[in-house]
């Protein structure tokens, strides 16, 4: 059996304990970590989930990673946050084109060729879009991107504009749960950095942003933000912080991330 103290139910073995097992540093103890090993962040949920990252961690070594994203994401969701990272090269896309460049890349669809797109319904940006303009459908279609956070509604929707006039020098943000990132493209505009968090939701959303030139995150609500105290200088988000997220947790998320006063 595993060490007892080590919160494992059973005991490690392959790739998973390669992965998250302490490693001797080269050239001895490190004054910087205080310690003569490195030790792999893992997320403590992780331990409830053994059997599931066994399969996660099973593959082959040096050769082209398993198409599981979806499941690596259900991982996430359930708390099990950072994974370990592994040693296979993720799926090329077969007939890749580059991105388009900037500025033409905020605004243009691209290639269907750009995306692996083995772990979604939806075989191409197409197929997207339509399901976008399906009736109860949350997804977002390109005409209506193209109007969104321009206009200020006189309620409780405010034109960038109007937000930027109000809150003085704006210079790098976030966007959580950001969709396609078109508030970071708009911000960008703008001269405003803006990182956007999202998770691929049975569609390609990381790589459309990052075909975008935008910063794509894949990243739950529940992690620790990966920022410096007093950077954020925005923090934006649409329909993903609401009521079934306890409020502490968002404290212990912005608190020492935005900058200034909460």
């Known amino acids: 059996m595993s060490d007892p103290n080590s919160g494992w ?7 998973l304990k390669l992965a998250v097992g302490p490693h001797d ?15 792999s962040p893992l997320g403590h949920a992780c331990l409830h989930h053994q059997e599931d990252l066994i399969q996660y961690m099973t593959y082959d070594i040096g050769g082209e990673c398993p198409s599981d994203e979806l499941f690596a994401q259900r991982l996430m969701l359930k708390g099990c946050e950072p994974l370990p990272r592994r040693r296979c090269h993720p799926k090329s896309p077969k007939g890749y084109i580059d991105p388009a460049p900037h500025p033409e890349n905020l605004w243009s669809v691209p290639p269907d060729t ?14 997207l879009v339509n399901r976008a303009r399906a009736p109860g459908s949350t997804a977002s ?6 109007a969104r956070w321009l206009r200020d509604d006189g309620a409780l929707d ?15 943000g976030l ?11 708009r911000m960008k505009e703008r001269e405003v950095t803006i990182v956007t968090s999202t998770m691929n939701f049975d569609g390609p959303f990381g790589p459309f942003i990052a075909s975008r030139g935008l910063v794509a995150m894949q990243l739950s ?4 933000l990966p920022f410096f105290e007093n950077t954020l200088d925005i923090v934006h988000s649409m329909h993903v912080l609401s009521n079934w997220i306890p409020d502490v947790v968002l404290e212990f998320a912005f608190t020492s991330s935005v900058l200034g006063d909460s």
């Open 9 to 15: 139910r059973d005991e490690l073995f392959g790739e």
């Open 25 to 39: 540093l080269p050239l001895g103890h490190s004054p910087n970590i205080g310690s003569d090993k490195l030790y």
């Open 114 to 127: 750009s995306v692996v797109w083995d772990a979604y319904t939806c075989k191409n940006y197409s197929c």
């Open 141 to 146: 279609t390109s005409a209506r991107e193209r």
């Open 158 to 172: 405010y034109g960038i504009d109007e937000v930027l006039r109000a809150a003085g020098t704006i210079r790098v």
């Open 175 to 185: 966007d959580i749960g950001g969709g396609t990132g078109t508030f970071a493209a």
């Open 221 to 224: 609500v529940a992690h620790r």
